[in-house]
């Protein structure tokens, strides 16, 4: 070629949470039962959308809106029952005007890092959600920039931490917060929400809050928003219903923007993706359709209370199975549907294996392990090949700590039982092979 074509920031475009189904594929090829622990979909996981939500998609088919183009910045009926949703919280106001759709969270995060000047940085946190340090990393063509979220502190972010950085590098001028978080299932309390928007008040920064998990939150926590605690400092938010609903296949979300007319840079900024959407032309229409229908129905908020005491059983459920090994740091999570597990320091080593019968399935496993490689990825291939349970390591979210993450999914109650029954024997077989 007359020059390289790949920018250097593609190298930060990487996606364990789906490279890990090619190697879990591989085995499954071989003939090994799979369970799917790495990704956050409920319905891959026999989560059943009630009847109730599905008549309503299927009398949308019938409509012959539902196979239009629509207003560039989403349905107009929908973004004002989303406004006057937002604003029933008594936090910022905003109109239907500061309402932008698109084909999904994972499009809006491609486009919010798009927009911003090369140099400039957002600080986001660690273990960090890939989609937004990828995507974040590569639009500056280098590593992400984090702030720790300590799990001795059952996952709060380090704010000392985040004010020295933000202090020292000149060049942040945004913050990420993730509220409830992936992956670790942390709900960031208020009091640390209302000292971030006043470290992003006094370096003159804005804030963005992904909040596809806000309503996702169970054992006694509650989420609170950015609109609820952001006062005059710009922000948006990042809302959607993959998880809520759950409806992650129609790639439907959306973002908020605070403040805009108070600040005339940030508000270039939200005119940039909104221009960029309206050359794409618009986002789905027929979730847009069906969003004021199902969230404004009278059983939806019950439907949804009901999943959240689900998923809090299950966190206690996993929190009684694998708390107690005295060589993992566990905390109990309380919002979104992930938890975070920590392997302490030193408990692993490069001679730790756990046994695979089948003899094809071992060379394979084998082959993938390398000399220096991440001990949790290693451990992850081994649990992956020997009981085919599929985790993501936690050196793959932009984290120096080594651990896993596993989901609290699982609706079928046997399958679940034996999912952590079977990780927790393994995590003792592996950690007692070498020690
Ligand atoms: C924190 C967070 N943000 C965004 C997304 C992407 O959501 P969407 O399905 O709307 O692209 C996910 C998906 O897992 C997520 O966990």
Redesign the pocket.
């Given at each position: 070629m007359r020059h390289k074509i790949l920018s250097d920031g593609a190298k930060e475009l990487s996606y364990e949470i789906r490279e890990i189904v090619k190697k879990g594929d591989q085995l499954r090829k071989l003939g090994l039962k799979l369970y799917w622990e790495n990704i956050?979909d409920p319905i891959q996981k026999n989560n059943e959308v009630p009847l109730w939500m599905r008549e309503i998609v299927s009398e949308l088919t019938m409509d012959e809106k539902s196979y239009s183009y629509c207003h560039s910045k989403g349905i107009l009926s929908t973004r004002e029952f989303l406004a006057a949703q937002t604003n029933e919280k008594g936090g910022s106001q905003i109109t239907s005007e500061d309402i932008l759709f698109f084909n999904?969270?994972?499009?809006a995060?491609a486009k919010v890092y798009q927009f911003i000047n090369q140099n400039l940085r957002v600080i986001g946190p660690s273990p960090a959600?890939s989609?937004?340090s990828s995507a974040e990393a590569a639009h500056a063509n280098s590593e992400p920039i984090t702030y720790k979220l300590d799990p001795n502190n059952h996952w709060y972010p380090d704010l000392d931490d985040l004010y020295n950085k933000v202090k020292y590098n000149k060049n942040i001028i945004g913050i990420l917060i993730?509220n409830p978080d992936?992956p670790t299932g942390m709900v960031y309390p208020l009091e640390t929400l209302h000292r971030i928007v006043e470290i992003a008040k006094e370096f003159n920064l804005m804030l963005i809050s992904?909040e596809?998990?806000l309503n996702i939150t169970y054992n006694g926590a509650k989420a609170h928003s950015l609109a609820e605690v952001i006062g005059d400092v710009p922000g948006l938010a990042?809302k959607?219903i993959?998880?809520e609903l759950p409806w992650?296949g129609s790639?439907?979300?959306w973002m908020e923007f605070y403040n805009r007319e108070q600040h005339q840079d940030f508000s270039k900024f939200c005119s940039a993706m909104e221009n960029a959407k309206m050359i794409e032309v618009c986002s789905t229409t027929l979730p847009q359709l069906a969003i004021p229908k199902i969230m404004g129905d009278p059983r939806f908020k019950p439907y949804r209370e009901a999943m959240n005491q689900k998923i809090g059983k299950r966190s206690k459920y996993i929190a009684e199975i694998l708390g107690q090994l005295p060589e993992l740091q566990f905390n109990e999570t309380y919002g979104?549907f992930y938890n975070t597990i920590i392997f302490k320091e030193g408990v692993l080593n490069e001679r730790q294996t756990l046994k695979i019968e089948n003899h094809t399935m071992q060379k394979m496993v084998e082959s993938w392990i390398k000399p220096g490689m991440n001990l949790d990825q290693r451990f992850v291939y081994y649990l992956l090949g020997s009981k085919g349970i599929c985790v993501v390591p936690i050196s793959s979210f932009c984290s120096d700590l080594k651990g896993f993450r596993v989901t609290l999914l699982e609706e079928n109650e046997e399958t679940l039982v034996h999912i952590f029954t079977t990780l927790k024997d393994a995590l003792r077989e592996y950690l007692s092979s070498a020690q």
């Open positions: 956050g999904g969270l994972g499009d995060i959600y989609t937004h993730i992936n992904d596809i998990y990042m959607g993959s998880k992650p790639r439907c979300g979104a």
